[in-house]
């Protein structure tokens, strides 16, 4: 089983600040086949970001997705009001696929 | 236009078995490369992946829960059953469904149902 671990657990920032989020995959995660999710409370996780760099349909371009192997990094640059949720990366590469613990982004 | 929906019942009994229904539109589980997970998270804690079915009736499940769950299509209704077995509080979640494909390669699950909270208490 691949373990994902997510940091930082909070990040505290302000409104138009850059976001920069860490996902460490304990074994390599072959094709890139790393994904990565909104969820705002009492709804349901949002794709972002699926291929490790890829986004998704609709997803604006302040979000970006970067890395390969074991470590990926999701960066929001100029964090909107909306921005402010809980953030999770996914593998999808190997069964089980797993997810990581989260990341809350708060408004400082 | 792709939906899913879960419904099923929001309060069992401990050692009880639970049975939740995804039912979807705008795609069939008959098609080559479509599949269904399940994703469940307790309240205030992270996403766990449960299981998956594929178009071809493969099955894959979380390790944690192989010896309790089982997941089954209904094509020919676009319905996906889990059943979790022998249940305990620590069950209590919110249960999703969502849609995925694994065609040249995998690909992430993309559309989520709303999710159904499962409560497991006497």
């Known amino acids: 089983e691949i373990v994902l671990t997510q940091s930082p657990g909070t990040l505290s920032l302000s409104p138009g600040e850059r976001a920069s989020l860490s996902c460490r995959a304990s074994q390599s995660v072959s094709g890139r086949s790393l994904a990565w999710y909104q969820q705002k409370p009492g709804q349901a996780p949002r794709l972002l970001v699926y291929?490790?760099?890829s986004r998704a349909t609709g997803i604006p371009d302040r979000f970006s997705g970067s890395g390969s192997g074991t470590d990926f990094t999701l960066t929001i640059t100029g964090l909107e009001p909306e921005d402010f949720a809980v953030y999770y990366c996914h593998q999808y590469v190997t069964t089980p696929r797993t997810f990581g613990q989260g990341t809350k982004v708060e408004i400082k | 236009q792709i939906t899913l929906k879960e419904s099923g019942p929001t309060l069992v009994k401990p050692t009880q078995s639970l049975t939740l229904t995804c039912t979807f539109t705008g795609f069939s589980l008959t098609t080559s490369g479509v599949g269904v997970g399940w994703i469940r998270q307790p309240p205030g804690k992270a996403l766990e992946w449960v299981a998956v079915i594929f178009w071809n009736d493969n099955k894959y499940y979380g390790p944690s829960l192989t010896s309790r769950v089982t997941v089954a299509k209904d094509t020919s209704g676009n319905q996906v059953a889990l059943t979790l077995t022998n249940v305990d509080p620590a069950d209590t979640a919110t249960y999703y469904c969502?849609?995925?494909?694994?065609?040249?390669?995998?690909?992430?699950?993309?559309?989520w149902g709303q999710g159904t909270m499962v409560t497991v208490s006497s």
């Open positions: 291929g490790a760099s």
């Open positions: 969502a849609h995925t494909t694994y065609d040249s390669g995998p690909h992430p699950v993309d559309i």
